[in-house]
C-alpha cells in the first residue's frame, strides 16, 4: 500500500478519523470485501484540506473543526458562534452530506475496492434519480390525462357535429357523409375526411382545430 495511506481504526477519536468515522457511518456504503468480510474504508488524508475547501464554504469548515478537531460540543461551538446547538446540529448533517457525496467520497476513499463501491453507488444513485423523474412523468401523464377528460366531458362524443361551430361548408358535408356526432368524427381518419367531396385541407384543419379545443383527434392512420 502506498506509504501516504494510513489505516486508522473506525471508532477513532482522533482528527481526522474521527470526522472520517461519521462520514462512512451510514448505510450508503455498506459493501463487502471479495472474501466476503465488511470493507474497511480506508482515508486518503493527503486529499482531506483539498476536499473540505472545494465542498465546504469557510462556515461550514469551521463548524465542521470545532466538532471534530477540537471536539467541542454543540452547544459550546453555538455560543461561540452566536447560535443555539439545534442550528450547529443542521451544519454539521449538511458538511457530512456533501463529503458523502460520490465526487468527495472517493478523493477521500482509499479503499482498494473503491473502484467497485464507486460504480455501485452511481448505479444506486442513478436508480433513485430515475425513479424521481418517473414518478414526476408519472403524475404529469395522470395530470394531463385528467385534462383531457374533463375538457372532453364538456362534449361527450354522443353531441351533435353543430357543437363544434364548424363552418356550414364542413358541418354540411360532413352530414351529407353520415357523420351526425362528434363520436361519428372521431372514428374518422384524416385520409377518410379527404376523401368526401368539396372537403378541402382548409375545412379539414378546421375539423381537426374544433376537435383539438376538447381534447379529441381524428382516428389514427393504419
Known amino acids: ?15 481526522p ?3 472520517w468515522s461519521d ?12 472474501d466476503g468480510s465488511d470493507l474497511e474504508y480506508v482515508l486518503y488524508w493527503p486529499n482531506l484540506e483539498a476536499v473540505l ?14 466538532r471534530y478537531e477540537q471536539n ?3 452547544r459550546a461551538i453555538g455560543e461561540e458562534l452566536g447560535v443555539g446547538p439545534e442550528r450547529i446540529r443542521q451544519l454539521i448533517v449538511h458538511s457530512l452530506r456533501k463529503l458523502r457525496e460520490p465526487r468527495n467520497f472517493f478523493r477521500l476513499n482509499a479503499t482498494p475496492e473503491r473502484d467497485v463501491i464507486k460504480l455501485s453507488m ?18 404529469l401523464v395522470d395530470e394531463i390525462e385528467a385534462r383531457k377528460a374533463k375538457k372532453r366531458a364538456e362534449l361527450p362524443l354522443d353531441s351533435p357535429i353543430a357543437s363544434l361551430e364548424l363552418s356550414m361548408r364542413s358541418f354540411n358535408c360532413l352530414r351529407a357523409n353520415n357523420i351526425e356526432t362528434v363520436g361519428d368524427l372521431v372514428a374518422c381518419k384524416e385520409s377518410t ?9 382548409v375545412s379539414i384543419a378546421d375539423i381537426k382545430s374544433a376537435l383539438g379545443k376538447y381534447e379529441y383527434e381524428l382516428a389514427p392512420e393504419d
Not at 25 to 32: H, I, V
Not at 124 to 130: Q, V
Open 17 to 19: 478519523y474521527n470526522l
Open 72 to 74: 467541542l460540543s454543540y
Open 1 to 15: 500500500m502506498n506509504a501516504e495511506l494510513e489505516v486508522r481504526s473506525m471508532n477513532s477519536c482522533v482528527w
Open 193 to 201: 375526411l379527404e376523401s368526401f367531396s368539396k372537403l378541402g385541407k
Open 122 to 139: 452511481e448505479l444506486r444513485d442513478m436508480t433513485e434519480k430515475y425513479n424521481s423523474l418517473k414518478v414526476q412523468v408519472d403524475n
Open 23 to 34: 462520514i462512512i457511518d451510514s448505510g450508503r456504503f455498506a459493501a463487502k470485501a471479495e
Open 53 to 66: 475547501s472545494s465542498a465546504l464554504d469557510e462556515r461550514h469548515q469551521r463548524v465542521l473543526r470545532m
